[in-house]
């Protein structure tokens, strides 16, 4: 197996390839060294001189990883591991899988399409030969691979969980003498292992899109949505999360965003990196020359925040947006991306974390504190029991749900401020802790969304700028499902819903939708879909990123796990997070670098980055951050 890093060019294994003899495994692994790199073809060594120190550039993460090359096919492969070979040729890191076309015949060099879909199994497929050899078939031979599918990704790159029998076959003819296969499947199939080291979840960035409530104030036209992808993280990674986002958003996202490019804006140069200053220069087609300076500073913006997602490691210390022939369009600099486009999630002030305590009152940590203070305002007080609260995001007004389950408040934080009467009391019994209001949440807009439910159903509300008459929100993906508990984004645009049916509970995304006229919005939560399903019984989830959340459940049989998911419903490739015994609730800042909080046996807990959790007290409920 070769390896390679930048310019180098090396040989060393990984601990999942392993050389086979014959036509087996397209793999050839030699151990890393000077004999290894002299046997390999490499330059001869030198002998002698002095040892010098060099200092390695900055690289994304995917190029300080081990590349995989596959072999070509040998004479006289039996089709079973010509099949296996051309397996493992397609989980080499080539740009167009120029090995793994040489065991196509062909006719299905010229046909097969490797990128139309992604097929991804817990295990690599097993290939196995036809069993009942078909008489009309004396000159081919029919290779079945099958196992059990996770996951699909498709040629937008968008990851959907499938979990499904997989079944196939391959059928191979000779070919001047040689096996070769002629009718396959399009797009790839690898086994779980191989996508997570080829693949990495990368963030596309796209403006929201409020329609019938854009010209309302609170709407900015500069709210950045994330959109996940799965992109190749050893090919051209920057080139292809550009490519990735100058295609457009992904058809779950793309009727509440949009993008700044013109359509049919397309890249003029196509090996995009950062120079040694850390800027991007990216030259773009025609179709992006006409635009006019606040358009490109916004497209700009997409391209800063999509490709310093794809590069971590390094800080981009500005966007130059280039015509076909190198002409400046337009400069955004770091600083103003940060200021003026970053995501909501990214305020730019440190949230503190609150709970109410033991004496019912609504009380607030931050970092240098080393005692729970009570909060400003009537919540602060105690005198009115609560069972949850929310805290807007600007930290100037809370929301809370009477300990009944039946009455919502909302008052300011401030000195002297009376509570008021409800703004909205729950149409059901509440005789029970899963029904009456759910905990509320405040989204970036300033809009307050609860649901009220009963035994038997439940309704989404949202309450403009948590004052006012609730407006009911259609959910037409819930059926006759209740739902239990909501989280929506900063952005507005996106709503966690934990949705009961038959005694599960499963955490799905929702997509809201505003349409009608500017008098007389109408709001829907459209396209449901499944966040974490290996989950059987999710307790408690929280937004911990601009497209990742924090979860708390168990699967069919098994204990109690938290776990961070992707909102495409893949698991997150953060840490993982220690074990704490009893989670009925957990909260996360969309904020990274934030600690989480979670009502635990223990009591109210808090796990900073890089530590275990810590009891913050014995006695609390309802942990929140703002939102």
Same mark, same amino acid.
């Given at each position: 197996?070769?390896?390679?890093?930048?310019?180098?060019?090396?040989?060393?294994?990984?601990?999942?390839?392993?050389?086979?003899?014959?036509?087996?495994?397209?793999?050839?692994?030699?151990?890393?060294?000077?004999?290894?790199?002299?046997?390999?073809?490499?330059?001869?060594?030198?002998?002698?001189?002095?040892?010098?120190?060099?200092?390695?550039?900055?690289?994304?993460?995917?190029?300080?990883?081990?590349?995989?090359?596959?072999?070509?096919?040998?004479?006289?492969?039996?089709?079973?591991?010509?099949?296996?070979?051309?397996?493992?040729?397609?989980?080499?890191?080539?740009?167009?899988?120029?090995?793994?076309?040489?065991?196509?015949?062909?006719?299905?060099?010229?046909?097969?399409?490797?990128?139309?879909?992604?097929?991804?199994?817990?295990?690599?497929?097993?290939?196995?030969?036809?069993?009942?050899?078909?008489?009309?078939?004396?000159?081919?031979?029919?290779?079945?691979?099958?196992?059990?599918?996770?996951?699909?990704?498709?040629?937008?790159?968008?990851?959907?969980?499938?979990?499904?029998?997989?079944?196939?076959?391959?059928?191979?003819?000779?070919?001047?003498?040689?096996?070769?296969?002629?009718?396959?499947?399009?797009?790839?199939?690898?086994?779980?292992?191989?996508?997570?080291?080829?693949?990495?979840?990368?963030?596309?960035?796209?403006?929201?899109?409020?329609?019938?409530?854009?010209?309302?104030?609170?709407?900015?036209?500069?709210?950045?949505?994330?959109?996940?992808?799965?992109?190749?993280?050893?090919?051209?990674?920057?080139?292809?999360?550009?490519?990735?986002?100058?295609?457009?958003?992904?058809?779950?996202?793309?009727?509440?965003?949009?993008?700044?490019?013109?359509?049919?804006?397309?890249?003029?140069?196509?090996?995009?990196?950062?120079?040694?200053?850390?800027?991007?220069?990216?030259?773009?087609?025609?179709?992006?020359?006409?635009?006019?300076?606040?358009?490109?500073?916004?497209?700009?913006?997409?391209?800063?925040?999509?490709?310093?997602?794809?590069?971590?490691?390094?800080?981009?210390?500005?966007?130059?947006?280039?015509?076909?022939?190198?002409?400046?369009?337009?400069?955004?600099?770091?600083?103003?991306?940060?200021?003026?486009?970053?995501?909501?999630?990214?305020?730019?002030?440190?949230?503190?974390?609150?709970?109410?305590?033991?004496?019912?009152?609504?009380?607030?940590?931050?970092?240098?504190?080393?005692?729970?203070?009570?909060?400003?305002?009537?919540?602060?007080?105690?005198?009115?029991?609560?069972?949850?609260?929310?805290?807007?995001?600007? #930290?100037?007004?809370? &929301?809370?749900?009477?300990?009944? =389950?039946?009455? *919502?408040? +909302?008052?300011?934080? $401030?000195? @002297?401020?009376?509570?008021?009467?409800?703004?909205?009391?729950?149409?059901?019994?509440?005789?029970?802790?899963?029904?009456?209001?759910?905990?509320?949440?405040?989204?970036?807009?300033?809009?307050?969304?609860?649901?009220?439910?009963?035994?038997?159903?439940?309704?989404?509300?949202?309450?403009?700028?948590?004052?006012?008459?609730?407006?009911?929100?259609?959910?037409?993906?819930?059926?006759?499902?209740?739902?239990?508990?909501?989280?929506?984004?900063?952005?507005?645009?996106?709503?966690?819903?934990?949705?009961?049916?038959?005694?599960?509970?499963?955490?799905?995304?929702?997509?809201?939708?505003?349409?009608?006229?500017?008098?007389?919005?109408?709001?829907?939560?459209?396209?449901?879909?499944?966040?974490?399903?290996?989950? #059987?019984?999710?307790? &408690?989830?929280?937004?911990?990123? =601009?497209?990742? *959340?924090? +979860?708390?459940?168990? $699967?069919? @049989?098994?204990?109690?796990?938290?776990?961070?998911?992707?909102?495409?419903?893949?698991?997150?490739?953060?840490?993982?997070?220690?074990?704490?015994?009893?989670?009925?609730?957990?909260?996360?800042?969309?904020?990274?670098?934030?600690?989480?909080?979670?009502?635990?046996?223990?009591?109210?807990?808090?796990?900073?980055?890089?530590?275990?959790?810590?009891?913050?007290?014995?006695?609390?409920?309802?942990?929140?951050?703002?939102?």
């Amino acid at each position: 197996m070769d390896t390679e890093r930048g310019s180098e060019r090396v040989v060393a294994p990984t601990s999942r390839t392993r050389a086979r003899r014959g036509a087996g495994r397209a793999r050839k692994l030699t151990l890393l060294g000077c004999a290894a790199a002299l046997l390999a073809g490499c330059a001869s060594m030198p002998d002698s001189g002095e040892v010098t120190a060099v200092d390695q550039s900055p690289r994304s993460e995917g190029d300080s990883q081990v590349r995989v090359y596959g072999v070509p096919p040998q004479d006289g492969a039996q089709p079973t591991n010509i099949v296996r070979s051309f397996l493992d040729a397609t989980t080499s890191d080539e740009a167009d899988f120029r090995t793994a076309t040489q065991y196509l015949a062909k006719s299905a060099k010229r046909t097969w399409r490797p990128f139309q879909v992604t097929k991804v199994l817990q295990e690599r497929p097993k290939p196995e030969p036809k069993v009942q050899p078909n008489r009309e078939d004396v000159n081919g031979y029919t290779v079945t691979l099958s196992g059990s599918q996770v996951a699909s990704v498709d040629d937008h790159h968008a990851y959907t969980p499938q979990e499904k029998p997989y079944r196939q076959t391959i059928h191979l003819i000779k070919e001047e003498g040689q096996w070769r296969i002629d009718r396959l499947p399009d797009g790839l199939v690898l086994g779980l292992s191989d996508f997570q080291r080829i693949y990495r979840s990368v963030n596309k960035y796209y403006f929201a899109s409020y329609n019938s409530e854009s010209e309302e104030p609170k709407a900015s036209r500069n709210v950045l949505v994330a959109d996940p992808v799965y992109l190749r993280q050893r090919i051209k990674p920057i080139t292809a999360s550009v490519e990735a986002l100058l295609s457009g958003p992904t058809d779950w996202l793309n009727q509440v965003t949009t993008s700044e490019f013109p359509r049919g804006t397309r890249l003029a140069a196509h090996d995009l990196a950062l120079d040694d200053s850390n800027a991007l220069r990216v030259k773009l087609s025609k179709a992006a020359v006409n635009t006019d300076t606040t358009q490109c500073k916004r497209m700009a913006a997409q391209l800063f925040f999509t490709v310093q997602d794809m590069t971590r490691a390094s800080k981009i210390s500005e966007v130059e947006l280039q015509d076909d022939g190198g002409n400046s369009l337009c400069v955004l600099s770091q600083d103003q991306a940060e200021r003026d486009f970053a995501p909501p999630q990214r305020t730019g002030r440190t949230p503190k974390e609150y709970f109410i305590d033991a004496d019912h009152k609504v009380v607030a940590m931050s970092d240098s504190a080393t005692e729970p203070t009570p909060v400003r305002g009537p919540f602060g007080t105690g005198s009115t029991p609560l069972r949850s609260v929310a805290i807007s995001r600007g #930290e100037n007004a809370a &929301a809370g749900v009477s300990n009944d =389950g039946r009455s *919502l408040y +909302v008052a300011a934080m $401030e000195d @002297g401020v009376e509570r008021g009467g409800a703004l909205l009391t729950s149409t059901g019994s509440a005789k029970h802790a899963d029904e009456g209001l759910t905990a509320p949440s405040w989204d970036g807009l300033g809009d307050l969304w609860i649901a009220d439910r009963d035994a038997h159903g439940s309704r989404l509300l949202r309450i403009r700028e948590g004052k006012g008459d609730p407006e009911e929100v259609a959910v037409p993906g819930l059926g006759g499902r209740r739902i239990k508990a909501i989280k929506v984004a900063a952005d507005g645009i996106r709503i966690a819903v934990l949705v009961e049916d038959k005694g599960r509970t499963t955490l799905q995304l929702g997509r809201v939708e505003r349409n009608g006229s500017s008098a007389h919005p109408v709001l829907s939560v459209q396209e449901l879909r499944p966040i974490a399903p290996q989950l #059987e019984d999710v307790v &408690a989830a929280s937004w911990a990123g =601009g497209s990742r *959340l924090v +979860v708390v459940g168990r $699967e069919s @049989g098994g204990v109690q796990q938290m776990q961070f998911m992707e909102t495409d419903g893949s698991a997150s490739n953060a840490q993982t997070l220690p074990g704490v015994n009893g989670v009925k609730a957990v909260a996360a800042s969309e904020d990274e670098t934030r600690p989480l909080i979670a009502d635990a046996t223990e009591g109210i807990v808090r796990l900073p980055p890089d530590a275990n959790w810590k009891t913050v007290a014995k006695d609390g409920t309802a942990p929140v951050y703002p939102g």
